[in-house]
């Protein structure tokens, strides 16, 4: 059985996120966490709060989190139509990263959560709950939905690489998982300065058709591009991606594109849904 944690903070793309993945995970038998994370914001904060005062906003908060919880699970429990699904519903104070990293050391094998999105390359969502998430590079794969995005068959994943680390198959798992589930062919792809590969990438070149063997897969590549932007349409409308996923290096090739932290950046700027892989340890 998979248990995936699902963050909610009763959004239409937080909900959106949770259909996503009900869909995308139809096939298997399925636990998941959802979770509201509650704590008071910067004006309930404001003035001179006595211990007492500070009790009651807090107990506001958690009565409110319930009463939505409980909508939630009726209008999801409602509708289940994957018999095969199982649900439980629990609401924290706190914040969600705090939580999250309370969780590295539990057996869950996804996080789906929902993105808002942006319009342009200084809108990164500081301070937003995804931007958080993804900054904690924590080691539990992370799907991110974002809100336009509706569940289609995967006919295709994209793995976006460039062969300049080693592969394990512990980091690939959640990728080959959802391969298999929907039949769908992986193509990797390269974004190239130079068409030449070194001989260390074809050695990790080697070992990641090894390790792909048990999937359909395929090798693309594509000329580096100035915007992130243009990159994803590439990849989307040219090779009909319909999840991209990439391993979160410390220091990965997308960083180095734009030299800025474009992990985060698509997050926000794509419509695909986003698998974030952890580094294996």
Same mark, same amino acid.
């Given at each position: 059985?998979?248990?995936?944690? *699902?963050? +909610? ?5 937080? *909900? ?9 995970? /139809?096939?298997?038998?399925? =636990? ?10 910067? @004006? ?12 009651r ?14 909508? @939630?699970?009726?209008?999801? !429990?409602?509708?289940n /139509? ?14 969600? +990263?705090?939580?999250?990293?309370e @969780?590295?050391?539990?057996?869950? /094998? %996804? *996080? ?38 509706? &569940? ?6 994209? &793995?976006?690489? #460039?062969?300049?680390? &080693? ?9 080959? +998982? ?14 190239? #300065?130079?068409? =030449?590969? +070194?001989?260390k ?29 243009? !990159?994803? %349409? ?5 090779? =009909? ?6 391993? #979160? %290096? ?21 419509? @695909?849904?986003?698998?974030i892989?952890?580094?294996a340890?």
């Amino acid at each position: 059985m998979l248990r995936i944690f *699902i963050p +909610t903070d009763f959004s239409d793309h937080s *909900i959106n996120a949770l259909k996503y993945a009900q869909f995308l995970f /139809q096939k298997e038998q399925v =636990e998941f966490a959802v979770l509201h994370a509650y704590e008071p914001s910067a @004006l309930q904060f404001l003035g001179n709060k006595s211990p007492s005062a500070l009790k009651r906003v807090y107990g506001r908060l958690k009565i409110k989190a319930l009463k939505q919880l409980e909508d @939630l699970k009726a209008v999801v !429990c409602g509708n289940n /139509q994957f018999k095969n699904h199982s649900y439980s519903w629990k609401a924290r104070e706190g914040h969600l +990263t705090e939580i999250i990293d309370e @969780l590295l050391a539990t057996d869950y /094998q %996804y *996080i789906v959560m929902g993105s808002k999105g942006a319009t342009g390359l200084k809108e990164i969502f500081i301070g937003s709950t995804t931007f958080d998430v993804v900054s904690l590079r924590h080691n539990i794969p992370l799907l991110i939905v974002p809100e336009q995005s509706q &569940f289609v068959e995967l006919s295709n994943i994209g &793995f976006a690489t #460039d062969f300049q680390n &080693f592969y394990f198959k512990e980091e690939l798992n959640p990728l080959l +998982t959802i391969a298999k589930l929907w039949e769908s062919t992986v193509r990797t792809i390269k974004i190239y #300065d130079t068409l =030449e590969i +070194t001989e260390k990438q074809k050695r990790h070149l080697s070992k990641l058709k090894e390790l792909l063997k048990e999937v359909d897969f395929s090798f693309h590549v594509i000329e580096k591009y100035s915007s992130i932007e243009n !990159c994803i %349409y590439e990849f989307k409308e040219e090779l =009909e991606i319909d999840l991209m996923v990439m391993i #979160d %290096y410390s220091k990965s090739f997308f960083d180095r594109l734009l030299d800025e932290p474009v992990v985060k950046k698509i997050s926000f700027h794509t419509r @695909l849904p986003f698998l974030i892989l952890p580094e294996a340890n």
